[in-house]
């Protein structure tokens, strides 16, 4: 039985679109919290892609827009093989955007994140989260849109709302800075988990 009912849940239907049938619940944001060592190790290597920016409303969730969501999700999935960073890079946690074709699950996250940037989304609409996956720890992107918040994983091509997934949310990026991390907390992570 699950704890809390999904209360942000509303029938949206774009026309011509497949594959959004409702609108997903937000995640709560809670306070600052630890960032992931190997994500502050990038921030490090790569300055530009860690930094303070400006809060922008969420995605307008077009039919154009979902597609190119789309689109970006499945393409990475396809172009990255799963390794770990430990086979790839001889290290335990190494972040980067892939450029070898092989890649674990934040690699494929970064990359999403780029095309997605380099596409015209801002960074405060594409929140790097970590999630426990039956236990293990996991790196999805989260979507940010007026629909509410979507998941873009390496080990699905289908993009779910937050509620959708299983996971239990932990913690993502702040929206106003790219190099800072925040708890979820809140409805959305028992929601999620159940």
């Known amino acids: 039985m699950r704890k809390f009912a999904v209360v942000a849940c509303m029938a949206t239907v774009l026309a011509g ?20 060592y190997g994500h502050m190790e990038f921030c490090q290597r790569t300055r530009g892609q860690c930094g303070a920016h400006r809060v922008l409303p969420p995605i307008a969730l077009t039919q154009a827009n979902w597609k190119k969501i789309e689109r970006i999700n499945r393409s990475v999935n396809a172009a990255i093989e799963p390794k770990s960073d430990l086979e790839v890079y001889g290290k335990r946690d190494y972040w980067t955007i892939p450029t070898n074709g092989m890649g674990d699950c934040e690699d494929y996250v970064l990359m999403k994140r780029a095309k997605l940037l380099a ?32 998941v873009l994983d390496n080990l699905r091509d289908d993009i779910r709302p937050v509620e959708g997934t299983g996971y239990y949310y932990v913690k993502m990026q702040a929206p106003n800075h790219s190099g800072r991390w925040i708890a979820i907390s809140g409805r959305a992570a028992e929601i999620a988990s159940n």
Do not use: K
Request: net charge neutral.
């Open 119 to 150: 596409s015209g989304f801002g960074a405060s609409q594409l929140l790097i989260t970590m999630v426990r996956n039956r236990g293990e720890a996991h790196i999805v992107l989260t979507v940010r849109t007026d629909q509410g918040d979507y």
């Open 17 to 36: 679109s497949v594959g959004i049938a409702e609108a997903a619940q937000r995640l709560a944001a809670g306070g600052l919290t630890s960032i992931p």
